[in-house]
């Protein structure tokens, strides 16, 4: 763009301005209105929660009870790797689980280059998107979000939110405190990109895998309904 060009555009932003003040322009975003809310997959806020996880190349486990979390946390783990060894973060969530009783043998801490697999506690999902929120710290290191092969999630069913507005509430006073985290992750699947020939790769820019392990007052049949929505709708003509 040339000095003329920018000095014209320049010119007509300042020329929109004049006569505007602060009382006139709040007048002016009032006319929007509010955005409408957003429209979930389900009626069920975890079902719907469970449907964009899938979508989105996620794979879900249920665990109601911190030893069924620790059993599927062994099981994955040992599916992909016939390993029992992960690295996880300080979150005291994770430090608290049987890990015995699923024949896991955490390390707490930051990745280190040649581990596959972290684990991760997510504080809150967001059913609109799929995506599991993390504030980075020592209970979560921005690094263990980043580098492994497989990353795994344990995400409390309790902190499901229905859309993004309502992680805004959230996050006010989680990142207003003393001890305001320095970097916000909202992970809505593995890595991915299509930018060679429109192919979806997993694993361009991190983890090519992504499993969430939800926890709580949840039920296989939640999972059982949104693997139903999603063949429904992949097959709309079928019996």
Partial sequence: MSSESRSRIMARVRH???GQNAAAIEAQLDDFGVAPAAELPHDDTCVAFMINVLRNQGSIDVAPQRVDVVKAVGQYIYRHYRSHRLVAGNDPHLAAMPWRDGGVLPRFGEIEPGEPVALSYAQWGVAETGATIFLSGRNNPARNNLLPEHHL???DVNQLLPDLESLWQQLEPAITGAERPRAL????????????EAQLVCGAHGPRAWHVILTGEVRQEQLDTALDVLSSKKNPGGS
Avoid: K, N
């Fill in 153 to 155: 999630v344990v995400l």
């Fill in 185 to 196: 992750f909202c992970i809505a699947g593995p890595s991915s990109t299509a930018d060679i």
């Fill in 16 to 18: 929109a301005s004049l």
